[in-house]
Structures are given as structure tokens and as C-alpha cells.
């Protein structure tokens, strides 16, 4: 079971292809989706950027590392900084379990059989 929070992001590819683990997508990453009829669709909006994860500062993680925080234990409170209209606001979500994947662009090392996203997209579903 993954753990969804409400929201889609992306991060931004280094180089403008991803062909390689560290040419991974990397901050910023921003949301660019909020999921209809979740707790996220009242407290992020699309374009907020992901400043930190549970006290973890994003800027120098991949894309991969952020979905794995964002994916922690389910039913626990996920704390977010959002940057946001030039400001940093604090957002506290709950993670749900959920049947639905997480996607984003993979590195080879993961073992997803899914190919890597063109769009450099974290998608973490919806919260149930």
C-alpha cells in the first residue's frame, strides 16, 4: 500500500533530458496538480513550491528522495513548507493508504517497471 497526499509535482530536469540518476529532476519542485475532494485541495495550491518535508529541507534531494518522504507511514501527519506568493506557509496533511501509485520519473536503480516520466511528474494520488 502507498501513502497519498493529495497532490501532484514536478521537479525541474537537469539538462532537459533525463537519461541518468544524476541527471534526475531537482528542486524546485512544485505542485502541479491538487486532487479534487482531498485535505490538500483546502491547504496547497498548484504552483506552491516544496520547501521542506517533515523538517527536511528539499533543496539538495532528487526527485526520487522527495517522493519517498512524502510516501512516509500511513495515517501519520505529513508536515510541509510550501513557498508560496513570496512567502513560506506550513501545511500539515494526513497520509492516507491508498491502492494508488506513486509516479515520477524513475532512476535506473529503481526497480518499477514503469518508464521514466518525459514530465519529470511525482504523482501522489489521492487522499481517501
Not at 14 to 40: F, L, N, S
Request: glycine share 10%; proline share 9%; charged share 25%.
Amino acid at each position: 500500500m502507498r501513502r497519498c497526499v493529495g497532490f501532484t509535482f514536478e521537479g525541474t530536469p537537469k539538462g532537459g533530458e533525463q537519461v541518468a540518476a544524476e541527471d534526475a529532476p531537482r528542486p524546485p519542485y512544485r505542485v502541479t496538480e491538487v486532487c479534487a475532494g482531498t485535505e490538500a485541495e483546502e491547504k496547497v495550491a498548484q504552483g506552491d513550491e516544496i520547501v521542506s518535508i517533515d523538517g527536511c529541507p528539499v533543496e539538495c534531494l532528487r526527485i526520487t528522495s522527495v517522493r519517498t518522504l512524502l510516501s512516509g507511514p500511513a495515517l501519520s501527519t505529513l508536515e510541509l513548507r510550501l513557498r508560496r506568493r513570496g512567502g513560506v506557509v506550513p501545511v500539515s496533511l494526513v497520509r492516507h493508504s491508498s491502492t494508488a501509485a506513486v509516479t515520477g520519473p524513475m532512476s535506473p536503480s529503481d526497480s518499477h517497471s514503469a518508464p521514466p516520466s518525459r514530465s519529470a511528474a511525482g504523482d501522489m494520488g489521492p487522499i481517501s
